[in-house]
């Protein structure tokens, strides 16, 4: 059976409280992070937001297995008291209020909680504006909750159907300076 439109699949996951653009030692940035995510000497934490939104997967073929592709996620980047300061697309970019944006590519990965997206170090491979994005160096995601690709419903019926899975995590980003 096909559908006339993409078959989409939400789920509800806990979602953590936003927090606000912290930088202190409490913050999700400088807990309990593992070696292997942690920004290289000589980068300082810059500020860290809340996102809120979700993973996008298409159901795909291939070689006669079906299977959910990640194909970007879609987030709104939030400080304190849940503001709105920017928002989180495909590229990885993450897009300020001001404008400036900075996308990643993967340095490292780590999975704490299998039942959420994976931790992340990414490394800037670029920028664009002058804004708060425009000296970024390298940006973590961290304390996920939800986001993992559905375990079921991609099957010759749904090839190219979307599912738009709710997740949750902080992102912190870094600029060139003192150690962290």
Known sequence: MRFATPFVVALSVAMVPAAGMAESPASACSQDVPAVLRAPAGNAL??????????IYGCAASGGA???????????????GGRAV???YAGPTWEASDGSKVTGAKVEGATPDPAAIPWLLLRTASHAG???MG???FVQRLRTAGGNAPATGCDAAHVGAIA???YRAAYCFYR?????
Do not use: D
Request: charged letters at 20%; proline letters at 7%.
């Open 46 to 55: 810059a500020f860290e937001v809340q996102a809120e939104g979700v993973q």
């Open 66 to 80: 079906f299977a959910w592709a990640f194909q970007a996620p879609e987030a709104r980047l939030l400080g304190p």
């Open 86 to 88: 920017g928002k989180h």
């Open 130 to 132: 002058s804004g708060r």
């Open 135 to 137: 000296e970024v160096t």
């Open 164 to 166: 738009r899975v709710p």
């Open 176 to 180: 060139a300076g003192a150690g962290n």
